[in-house]
């Protein structure tokens, strides 16, 4: 049986993954992309259901989720091919709260509430306190260690820090958001071999109105 190769992107929020998936758009259209979440923001999508899902639609050649995490699925007939971004964590800080402020107010993200109701020094010290969500809060490192899995609560350790390096280290493929262009000819040249060609241009996709365009 001749091994399919299937895109898996990691599309962590406020990461470029709304434009990745443009891209991937592109070159798998229709039922050959698929995304896959769970039912609510803080959900969490697993190996073992990102392999289910594969393995149930023989068409993909591309799934995105925001809730996938890792180790990637392995499966004999399979070849799972990641794309993941990585965010300078103070840019991404200022793109959430920018991101958040847009959302409708009955959004069921504590952060939208704490974002549309105050500036961005309150949305950082919120950030901090007790009771506030991951989404700012270490949120890569606890997303990459894949230890803690309600990210309504998780609160990232020296163990999940070392757990979210060994991941990365396992991947064939990591970019930077703030590298994208030079990032997404890495892409090319991993995916090559197993896809072909990606047509890598690209307009930047739910980019906040205003922000700086560069990190400095």
């Known amino acids: ?34 995304h896959i979440e769970g039912p609510y923001p803080w959900s969490v999508v697993s190996p073992d259901d990102i392999l289910a ?17 890792l180790p990637l699925p392995q499966h004999p007939d399979v ?10 964590p103070i840019d991404r800080f200022a793109s959430v709260y920018d991101f958040e402020r847009r959302q409708p107010a009955d959004s069921a ?3 939208v509430a704490i974002a549309r109701n105050g500036g961005l020094a309150a949305f950082a010290n919120w950030a901090v306190e007790r ?6 809060r270490n949120f890569q490192v606890a997303h990459l260690a894949s230890t803690q899995l309600d990210m309504r609560k998780a609160r990232s350790t020296h163990v999940d820090y070392l757990q979210a390096l060994a991941h990365l280290r396992s991947l064939p493929f990591f970019g930077l958001v703030e590298s994208f262009e030079e990032s997404m000819k890495g892409l090319q040249d991993f995916l090559r071999p197993h896809i072909g060609e990606l047509n890598l ?4 996709q739910n980019g906040s109105p205003g922000r700086k365009a560069t990190l400095e």
Do not use: W
């Open 201 to 204: 241009e690209f307009t930047i």
């Open 1 to 34: 049986m001749k091994i399919r190769p299937v895109v898996v992107h990691y599309h962590l929020f406020k990461n470029a993954g709304t434009t990745v998936d443009s891209i991937l758009n592109r070159k798998f259209p229709g039922e050959t992309h698929g």
């Open 79 to 88: 070849l799972f091919l990641p794309i993941l971004f990585l965010r300078h």
């Open 131 to 136: 009771e506030s969500t991951a989404v700012c």
């Open 109 to 111: 993200s504590p952060s």
């Open 53 to 69: 899902y594969a393995l149930g639609n023989p068409a993909l050649r591309a799934i995105s989720s925001h809730q996938a995490r």
